[in-house]
């Protein structure tokens, strides 16, 4: 591959065959100024290695603080070593860069810095970009007066919070405006006023005055295309050990991500991580500390840190609030264990229950959901039951077929239709199509030939029920109304009425098998109607026509 680079000196400008003309005192005065054009030839796979995306990272880790009323902290330098090591063997890329500030060099000022590099550096939306932070959290008043979470910085002043540190939120937003789908900020600090955190005797005496539970909020608000990762719940202590020579959360992600692939599928994913950690950091601190999340990615590309997707995960199902981890899942009778971790289970049609141990008469859910492959499942997600929608693109024959002289209106209609399943919590489904179909065509017209054209409009409305035969088929069984258009115009001014119009409303009763699964969430299938065709009728040149008595269709469909 060649690319062209038309420069002038440093700056890249060409000035090339430019004339100037002046005229000085009726004196004309041309200056011709001639830049070389300069050939870079560049090797394909350089430039494609420039555009593929990378892993940016900014690991943040403090022990020792300018102000010692702020207590040293023993293993937040290790933190950041352990985690720079394991991006380093894995999957490590050339074009991949990491900022470390430790220390002396973790100033709120140089954080503040090191986030416009990564702003800069982020050039696409595929790239990973991560940020963690290992030290003290605290809660100090900002301008506001609302009670504000802060990262504490090396220079972070004991008294001067909220002018020296730096704010949750306010990196929250940082990292929100980055050009990334991609991005996690990973906290392994707490605002709970014990562990990993300190609070001034104010905050401590407002929060112990304040009525109701001033904790029992999540951590952060997320936006949209970002994970907030947190090495503690809402008003739980963050850690450290001297058993694991670094913070709890932090020790167990990486663990996490080394070794815990928890859909099968060959890679580790930060969410997966995240939640062997969370489940390994309460059991380690019976309980005193539970790691939180807040996720909302766009589209289903997960945040990719060892290993290569070599093979369609297994569905898994998961607990997204802490009153959910005792559930026992259950699949088609057979009891998976409690939501403690994600369980990957089977795909297709399954009977799914979730049953609390206190109560396991009155399963909290129990129906039958079809799980799809690579594609992860929270409890309030199937306690909401959310319609399921895909969009299909059809091929119908037409249900009628007209004779006009030479001209035989039949075949096939192409349409569109929208499909939503499970509605209402249940295994029927709602459908609206559309087909539309144009046919050209010549008759003879008092011996002249004449140009006809034929428009067929179907507008089908139908509900369905669904069931699966097997673990990739589903059957649909359905009735609804089709509202047919007929519409003929033929070209001879000779002709009293050249345009006619014949329409009809008509019941139908069908049968639908989709193949499932075939691409990621894409399937086909094929179908069939009936009509009752005996007494309803199409007229066209006062010549009536009976609908057919079978219909077939051609389908493939996107979930989504």
């Known amino acids: 591959m060649r690319v062209v680079s038309l420069c002038r000196s440093s700056n890249k400008l060409l000035l090339a065959s430019t004339l100037i003309a002046v005229s000085l005192g009726g004196m004309p005065l041309a200056l011709a100024v001639v830049k070389q054009v300069q050939e870079i030839k560049l090797k394909s796979q350089n430039v494609d290695r420039a555009f593929q995306p990378r892993r940016l990272a900014l690991l943040v880790g403090v022990n020792e603080f300018a102000d010692e009323r702020f207590r040293a902290l023993n293993y937040a330098l290790k933190d950041v070593d352990d985690f720079q090591g394991f991006l380093t063997a894995h999957n490590a890329r050339t074009q991949d860069e990491v900022i470390i500030l430790k220390g002396e060099q973790a100033t709120s000022s140089a954080v503040l810095k090191a986030l416009d590099e990564l702003e800069k550096r982020n050039t696409s939306e595929n790239d990973i970009v991560l940020v963690y932070f290992s030290t003290h959290g605290t809660l100090a008043f900002a301008d506001s007066r609302q009670l504000s979470r802060y990262a504490v910085m090396q220079d972070s002043q004991f008294d001067r919070v909220d002018q020296t540190a730096l704010s949750i939120d306010f990196l929250q937003n940082r990292l929100g405006r980055l050009l990334s789908k991609r991005k996690a900020m990973i906290l392994a600090l707490c605002h709970s006023g014990t562990g990993k955190s300190q609070l001034p005797s104010d905050i401590q005496s407002q929060i112990s005055s304040m009525k109701g539970e001033f904790f029992a909020q999540p951590i952060h608000e997320v936006s949209s295309a970002m994970m907030v990762l947190s090495a503690s719940g809402w008003g739980q202590p963050a850690r450290e050990d001297k058993l694991l020579s670094n913070d709890i959360y932090t020790h167990f992600l990486i663990d996490g991500l080394k070794n815990h692939d928890s859909n099968r599928d060959g890679a580790v994913s930060l969410f997966e991580a995240h939640e062997y950690a969370r489940s390994r950091t309460y059991d380690f601190t019976r309980g005193q500390q ?27 199902v998961f607990a997204d609030s802490d009153r959910f981890r005792d559930l026992q899942l259950q699949i088609d009778g057979e009891t998976k264990g409690s939501l403690w971790q994600p369980r990957s289970v089977r795909s297709g049609p399954v009977r799914l229950a979730l049953v609390d141990p206190k109560d396991p008469g009155t399963p909290l859910i129990d129906h039958q959901v079809y799980l799809q492959e690579n594609k992860s499942y929270s409890v309030s997600t199937l306690m909401a039951r959310q319609p399921g929608y895909a969009m299909e693109v059809l091929a119908y024959q037409l249900p009628v077929s007209l004779n006009s002289q030479d001209h035989r209106l039949g075949g096939i209609a192409p349409g569109l239709s929208l499909r939503a399943s499970e509605i209402l919590g249940s295994r029927f489904d709602a459908q609206i199509a559309y087909f539309h179909s144009t046919h050209r065509s010549e008759t003879k017209v008092d011996f002249d030939n004449a140009a006809v054209v034929t428009t067929t409009t179907i507008i089908r409305l139908r509900n369905g029920y669904s069931f699966y035969p ?4 589903s059957l649909n069984l359905n009735a609804g109304v089709e509202a047919l258009t007929i519409e ?14 014949a329409s009809l409303i008509y019941p139908t009763l069908g049968s639908d098998l989709r193949w499932l699964d075939v691409f990621k969430t894409l399937y086909v299938g094929a179908g069939i109607n009936t009509f009752p065709s005996r007494n309803l009728l199409v007229r066209m040149d006062d010549e009536p026509r009976a609908l057919n008595w079978l219909s077939a269709s051609l389908m493939t469909g996107l979930i989504f």
């Open 470 to 473: 097997a673990r990739k088929l």
């Open 290 to 316: 539970t790691p939180s999340a807040l996720i909302n990615l766009e589209g289903s590309d997960p945040i990719i840190l060892n290993g290569v997707i070599k093979r369609r995960g297994q569905p898994l």
């Open 488 to 501: 003929r115009e033929i070209d001879n001014p000779s002709l009293e009425h050249p345009q006619q119009t």
